[in-house]
C-alpha cells in the first residue's frame, strides 16, 4: 500500500519560512516524479515544484527564487524549503508521486500553510 505523509505546515508570519516534509512508504520517491502542489481557498490545486527521477527541478514562476524542491532517497521523503513566506502562500500543501508512463498517480492527505500577521 503506497502512503505519502506530508507534515511541516502551520502558522507562519509573513517573511518567515517553513520546510514541509512527505515521507513515502510503498514506493520509492527516486523513481518517480515528485511534485508539491497547494491548493488555496477556493481555488484549483496549483503545481508548485517538480523533480524527476533524474533530478531534474523545475518551479512555478510565483515560487521561483523563494522555494526549493529537494528528496533524501535514502530517507525516501520529498522536501520543500519555503522562504520569504507571503499571505497569498497560504493554503493546503500536497506531495503528488507519479510514475514516468503516467500509469500510477499517488496523493497525500495534504497539510495546512497560513502566512499571517
Known amino acids: 500500500q503506497v502512503q505519502l505523509v506530508e507534515s511541516g505546515g502551520g502558522l507562519v508570519q509573513p517573511g518567515g519560512s517553513l520546510r514541509l516534509s512527505c515521507a513515502a512508504s510503498?514506493?520509492?520517491?527516486?523513481?518517480?516524479?515528485m511534485a508539491w502542489y497547494r491548493q488555496a481557498p477556493g481555488n484549483q490545486r496549483d503545481l508548485l515544484a517538480t523533480i524527476t527521477a533524474f533530478g531534474r527541478i523545475d518551479s512555478a514562476d510565483s515560487v521561483k527564487g523563494r522555494f526549493t524542491i529537494s528528496r533524501d532517497a535514502a530517507k525516501n521523503t520529498l522536501y520543500l524549503q519555503m522562504n520569504r513566506l507571503k499571505p497569498e502562500d497560504t493554503g493546503v500543501y500536497y506531495c503528488?508521486?507519479?510514475?514516468?508512463?503516467?500509469?500510477?498517480?499517488?496523493w497525500g492527505q495534504g497539510t495546512q500553510v497560513t502566512v499571517s500577521s
Open positions: 503528488n508521486a507519479r510514475s514516468i508512463q503516467g500509469t500510477e498517480d499517488f
Open positions: 510503498g514506493i520509492m520517491i527516486r523513481g518517480y516524479i
